[in-house]
């Protein structure tokens, strides 16, 4: 009898040690604080998902604010390399590493991120995995835009003369140079302290960034671009995992993952992550007495004209590079109409 009930008690530890090794760790690594929106909104929730739909099998373990080391510009080789398992990134911050993906960082294309995102992700399968190689990609976006943060009024492009303005990739370098202004490139963590302490005069950054950044309390004038129509610039983000560990994945756990990746997952991280949260953000600043303004149209077409080369730029060096970049522009804006509904 007792060698029976140690027999049970034996299979029972083994099935138990058998079930909590099944459980696989994901080490998602990105450069926001854990307070931040799109990790509350979208990062939180799609591990929550993830764990839920796999029964516990697979769990997310975030680590926000670079705790595992480096600098933003490096977590594409950190997931690439499989120092962390996913992250969430610009992967422009790699400059020159994403030529044909940056295409969507051009001035006065993108009118909201639900209509970025997904023109991004049906553009990146169709023209430009290479650039990913050694990273599973599980979903893509854009912000809604870029709107300028300014101590300084701004309404006409003469306003711009002189500016220091924070940029946050070259391609937004390129357009605030082209408007006259001087392009200071830094984490976004420090523009709100760079902006008090007179580093620098602006920054264009979406409206998701208020309360990471609280830059509504620092400066008091927000200029977008007229409602409706394409904003300034734009960032773009790959939320991607190391290829192997996905590849490690039990079948039934890769269909969690593939589950909630792709083109609705990256129209729901846009949506979520910064569409929805335009009007609440807007009324955070309106809340201080700040000014929110537009420009009109017939300014617009005046920035618009004055960024003109930045297109032709990129193109030709798209072009340097192998690339047909006439017919990747092209193919973008394409997409972004097909998606602007």
């Known amino acids: 009898m007792k060698k ?13 040690l058998q079930s909590v090794s099944a459980v696989t760790t994901l080490k998602v690594h990105h450069f926001l604080p854990a307070a931040s929106s ?16 796999s029964n516990g099998d697979l769990v997310c373990q975030i680590y926000p604010s670079m705790q595992l080391g480096g600098t933003p510009p490096q977590l594409v080789d950190q997931v690439k390399d499989g120092v962390v398992d996913i992250v969430w990134v610009i992967p422009t911050y790699a400059a020159g590493r994403f030529t044909k993906s940056e295409v969507f960082e051009l001035p006065f294309l993108t009118s909201s991120a639900k209509q970025g995102s997904q023109a991004l992700w049906e553009y990146v399968q169709n023209n430009a995995l290479d650039e990913y190689k050694g990273i599973k990609l599980l979903f893509m976006h ?3 835009g870029y709107v300028l943060h300014s101590n300084k009024q701004v309404k006409t492009l003469e306003d711009l003369k002189g500016m220091k303005i924070r940029s946050a990739t070259r391609i937004n370098a390129k357009l605030i140079s082209a408007l006259g202004a001087t392009p200071v490139q830094m984490p ?5 302290d760079s ?13 998701e ?3 990471a950044t609280k830059i509504h309390e620092i400066v008091k004038y927000h200029l977008d671009a007229p409602v409706s129509g394409p904003r300034f610039s734009n960032s773009i983000f790959m939320f991607g995992m190391n290829q192997a560990k996905y590849d490690s994945l039990s079948p039934s756990q890769k269909k969690v993952i593939d589950n909630n990746s792709g083109l609705s997952t990256s129209a729901w991280a846009g949506a979520t992550g910064y569409d929805a949260i335009v009007e609440p953000y807007v009324k955070m600043a309106k809340d201080r007495n700040n000014t929110i303004s537009y420009l009109s149209t017939a300014e617009f077409q005046r920035w618009a004209k004055a960024s003109d080369h930045v297109d032709d730029d990129w193109v030709k ?4 590079k192998g690339a047909e ?9 394409n997409l972004l109409k097909k998606y602007e509904k």
């Open 188 to 192: 976004l963590p420090s523009v709100s």
């Open 317 to 320: 060096e798209a072009n340097a």
């Open 325 to 333: 970049g006439k017919k990747l522009l092209e193919d973008a804006r």
């Open 142 to 144: 854009t912000t809604e």
């Open 38 to 53: 799109f990790n509350v909104r979208v990062i939180q929730p799609w591990c929550d998902k993830v764990a839920k739909e």
């Open 195 to 207: 902006i008090s302490k007179g580093v620098i005069d602006a920054a264009m950054v979406p409206w």
């Open 4 to 16: 029976v009930l140690s027999f049970f008690m034996f299979m029972s530890l083994a099935l138990s």
């Open 209 to 211: 960034a208020l309360p």
